[in-house]
């Protein structure tokens, strides 16, 4: 295939709606017998909705859920750690607030998926202690809060390009409170990959760049002078994320010379061209692209298309298919051995819970007689699956953990 068709191709996989489609390609193969890993029983979709639907309800009887995004982390234990954050400061602007906020989601994104089963953050303020992603969350907060993430000592709510250039695996493991009695591992990896996103937002400066120089919230400039004024299409925000952030991924997450990020290979999804066997989840973009919808709504933006997106092709969404049913190992000895990202039994699992999760997100709109404008998919997901899969996962493994296990990788965003 010639160079400049390939790059057309590769570049086709950098969208929410390449997810969507190779996804149920996949749903499609297996429903049909062709995995060696799992089996698909839709007979079981109507009690999976039943059961969101009640997970929804008991935390939202009104039916009032907000997006699932990083936000939702900074309240555990119900406590708005962001508002409170926000009070103490006189913004000039909605933008202003909308810029250093944008700033905040991205070091989320930065951060997360580094904790494991056996580490916690303590946070002095409240003597409460989180694990996994709400400390992980609160953690960067309270760094945030404290100017880590900022070159400026008279603007330390800011995140910029040179401070995340500069920030040392000790700064990092210091603001995580990381000790010999509360570890994580691949500090080191995470550090490098947040320095080489700071390196890299040169490369991206219509993004990023501000009269100061660069910042994840110069986004917000950018979108005020490019963004549709009839609202911003969720799926376009996430192909504008994925340019920087699958940049700063290594360099085998690539076809030719495009970086594909979260794209892995899998025998039998086949396409017809140079992109046969692969298989993309973009699922770190995608929850920054949810975490952002607050963000650029305080700045006086409208999103539309929110279901657009896909399903985060996250654990938990994953863990609520297995434990209802609708998917059943081929062999129950997988559930107990850690597997890696590029494994046949991963790609499966993730596409798998994209495309099912879509059908789950039907269902209980017509359960709770609700439209996509009323009740999009990030309420779906916040609300429901991603709680029903935890609460799942609480009830039937003493330690919580997913019903599959796939390692961390601190190379992975």
């Given at each position: 295939?010639?160079?400049?068709?390939l790059?057309?191709?590769?570049r086709?996989l950098?969208?929410?709606?390449a997810?969507?489609?190779?996804?149920?390609r996949?749903?499609?193969n297996?429903v049909a017998?062709?995995s060696?890993?799992?089996?698909?029983?839709?007979v079981?979709?109507d009690?999976?909705?039943?059961y969101?639907?009640r997970?929804?309800?008991s935390?939202y009887?009104?039916?009032s859920?907000p997006?699932h995004?990083c936000w939702?982390?900074?309240?555990?234990?119900e406590?708005?750690r962001?508002?409170?954050?926000v009070?103490?400061?006189?913004w000039p602007?909605?933008?202003?607030?909308?810029?250093a906020a944008?700033?905040l989601a991205?070091?989320?994104?930065?951060?997360?998926?580094?904790?494991?089963?056996g580490?916690?953050?303590?946070?002095?303020a409240?003597g409460?202690t989180?694990a996994?992603?709400d400390?992980?969350?609160?953690a960067?907060?309270?760094?945030f809060?404290?100017?880590a993430?900022?070159?400026?000592?008279?603007?330390?709510?800011?995140v910029?390009a040179?401070?995340l250039?500069?920030?040392?695996?000790?700064?990092l493991?210091?603001g995580l409170q990381v000790?010999?009695s509360n570890q994580i591992?691949g500090?080191?990896?995470?550090?490098?990959?947040?320095?080489?996103?700071?390196q890299?937002?040169?490369?991206?400066?219509?993004l990023f760049?501000?009269d100061d120089?660069?910042?994840?919230?110069?986004?917000?400039?950018y979108l005020?002078q490019?963004?549709d004024?009839?609202?911003i299409e969720?799926?376009w925000?996430?192909e504008?994320?994925l340019?920087?952030l699958?940049a700063?991924?290594?360099?085998?997450f690539?076809?030719?010379?495009?970086?594909?990020?979260?794209?892995w290979p899998?025998?039998?999804?086949?396409?017809?061209?140079?992109?046969?066997g692969l298989?993309?989840?973009h699922?770190?973009?995608?929850?920054?692209a949810?975490?952002?919808?607050?963000?650029?709504?305080w700045?006086g933006f409208d999103?539309v298309?929110?279901d657009?997106?896909t399903?985060p092709a996250?654990p938990w969404?994953g863990?609520?298919?297995?434990?209802m049913?609708?998917?059943?190992?081929?062999?129950p000895?997988?559930?107990?051995?850690?597997?890696q990202?590029g494994d046949?039994i991963?790609?499966e699992?993730?596409a798998l819970?994209i495309?099912?999760?879509?059908r789950?997100?039907?269902?209980?709109?017509?359960?709770?007689?609700?439209?996509?404008?009323?009740?999009?998919?990030a309420c779906?997901l916040?609300?429901?699956?991603?709680?029903a899969g935890r609460?799942?996962a609480?009830d039937k493994?003493?330690d919580?953990r997913p019903a599959l296990?796939?390692?961390?990788?601190?190379?992975?965003?």
């Amino acid at each position: 295939m010639a160079s400049g068709n390939l790059t057309l191709a590769a570049r086709r996989l950098l969208s929410a709606s390449a997810v969507r489609d190779r996804a149920n390609r996949m749903l499609n193969n297996i429903v049909a017998g062709m995995s060696q890993h799992f089996a698909v029983d839709l007979v079981r979709l109507d009690s999976v909705c039943d059961y969101v639907v009640r997970v929804i309800r008991s935390s939202y009887a009104d039916l009032s859920v907000p997006p699932h995004a990083c936000w939702r982390h900074f309240e555990a234990g119900e406590i708005d750690r962001w508002g409170m954050l926000v009070a103490l400061r006189q913004w000039p602007s909605p933008q202003a607030l909308g810029a250093a906020a944008v700033d905040l989601a991205f070091i989320s994104v930065l951060m997360r998926g580094l904790a494991g089963p056996g580490w916690a953050y303590a946070e002095a303020a409240t003597g409460e202690t989180f694990a996994r992603s709400d400390g992980e969350a609160i953690a960067g907060l309270l760094m945030f809060a404290g100017g880590a993430f900022s070159s400026s000592p008279y603007d330390p709510l800011r995140v910029d390009a040179r401070a995340l250039a500069g920030l040392t695996p000790a700064e990092l493991a210091d603001g995580l409170q990381v000790s010999r009695s509360n570890q994580i591992t691949g500090l080191e990896q995470r550090a490098a990959l947040i320095n080489r996103f700071g390196q890299m937002m040169s490369e991206f400066p219509a993004l990023f760049a501000v009269d100061d120089g660069l910042r994840p919230g110069g986004l917000i400039a950018y979108l005020a002078q490019a963004a549709d004024p009839d609202g911003i299409e969720a799926p376009w925000l996430l192909e504008l994320l994925l340019g920087p952030l699958t940049a700063v991924m290594p360099g085998q997450f690539a076809l030719g010379e495009v970086a594909l990020g979260d794209c892995w290979p899998h025998p039998r999804l086949i396409v017809g061209d140079a992109t046969d066997g692969l298989v993309p989840f973009h699922q770190t973009a995608q929850w920054l692209a949810y975490s952002l919808i607050e963000p650029l709504v305080w700045a006086g933006f409208d999103l539309v298309d929110l279901d657009g997106l896909t399903a985060p092709a996250d654990p938990w969404n994953g863990s609520l298919l297995l434990d209802m049913g609708l998917l059943r190992l081929r062999d129950p000895a997988a559930a107990a051995v850690a597997h890696q990202y590029g494994d046949e039994i991963v790609v499966e699992w993730r596409a798998l819970t994209i495309a099912l999760v879509d059908r789950i997100a039907d269902g209980v709109r017509r359960r709770l007689g609700r439209q996509l404008d009323t009740f999009p998919l990030a309420c779906v997901l916040e609300g429901g699956t991603a709680a029903a899969g935890r609460r799942l996962a609480r009830d039937k493994r003493r330690d919580g953990r997913p019903a599959l296990i796939v390692a961390s990788d601190p190379t992975i965003l």
